[in-house]
């Protein structure tokens, strides 16, 4: 972090815009939109997205499209820009070479539903690039956008992306089991979610604000093992097929407990 403070002048006013201000989106996804109505707000010349077939016009490119996409897609806009990048968390800046152009990347560590414009301002952003112009490009580009930059290397890549799927795929998919197990006691699926969602809520706050294990409630964390008995048993009964998640669950609080202090705080 560092390193992208020296390399990035923290004092120059956010309303004025730095190296390559034309940007060509290509990817007319959830990505692309969003990236295209924020670029724009932030003071940039945006051309696009445009589908993955077209050429956009810019001094820089950024591919808005699945990883799978990615190669294919650099091909396409070959000596078209010189910096061309990309926005996903796990591909690697060498998806980027048939491009021929300094590559970067460019990753909001945000949730893209559709359903509502992402808040960009004060999210993180893993920023990678193959040249010191192309890293200042992505780390001037993110904090124009009011995000905060961290550098992403390539063989990082994999494990911060897991990191990024389990705060945010996985935390989904929990909640989403609580929402069944919730609904077994009569309470419809919406109004679960709204009971549950306050919970959730000052849980994922409390974890933000104190480290996890001050943020830890709950029986485990009591060491109260007759009530876990209880809570094993009844999801054994009305539902079987989470019976392994909740042992998973409970196993890691204990050993989140049982971790020195620093390690969890």
């Given at each position: 972090m560092r390193e992208l403070e020296r390399?990035?002048?923290d004092t120059r006013p956010r309303g004025a815009l730095s190296g390559p201000t034309r940007i060509g989106l290509v990817?007319?996804?959830?990505?692309?939109?969003a990236l295209a109505s924020a670029l724009v707000a932030a003071?940039?010349?945006v051309a696009g997205p445009v589908g993955r077939d077209e050429l956009p016009a810019g001094e820089a490119i950024l591919l808005c499209v699945p990883d799978r996409e990615i190669?294919?897609?650099?091909?396409?806009?070959?000596?078209?820009?010189?910096?061309?990048?990309?926005?996903?968390?796990a591909t690697p800046l060498s998806a980027l070479a048939p491009a021929g152009a300094q590559a970067f990347g460019l990753h909001p560590l945000l949730s893209?539903?559709?359903?509502?414009?992402?808040?960009?301002?004060?999210?993180?952003?893993?920023?990678?690039?193959?040249?010191s112009a192309a890293l200042a490009f992505a780390v001037n580009t993110a904090r124009r956008l009011g995000m905060s930059p961290f550098p992403i290397d390539d063989e990082q890549r994999a494990a911060y992306h897991a990191a990024a799927s389990v705060a945010s795929n996985f935390l989904v998919t929990l909640e989403a089991s609580a929402e069944t197990l919730l609904v077994e006691t009569g309470v419809d699926a919406a109004e679960a979610r709204a009971?549950?969602?306050p919970l959730v809520r000052s849980s994922v706050e409390a974890w933000a604000a104190l480290g996890p294990r001050h943020a830890l409630t709950g029986p485990?964390?009591?060491g109260d093992?007759?009530?876990?008995?209880?809570?094993?048993?009844?999801v054994a009964t009305a539902r079987p097929e989470l019976l392994a998640l909740f042992d998973v669950m409970v196993e890691r609080t204990r050993a989140l407990l049982a971790e020195p202090t620093g390690m969890a705080a």
């Open positions: 390399q990035s002048d990817g007319r996804g959830r990505v692309g939109r003071g940039y010349e190669e294919p897609a650099a091909r396409a806009v070959a000596g078209a820009a010189a910096l061309v990048g990309h926005t996903s968390g893209f539903t559709g359903t509502a414009p992402p808040r960009f301002d004060g999210a993180g952003c893993a920023v990678a690039g193959s040249t009971l549950l969602a485990v964390a009591r093992e007759r009530t876990v008995a209880l809570q094993r048993e009844a």
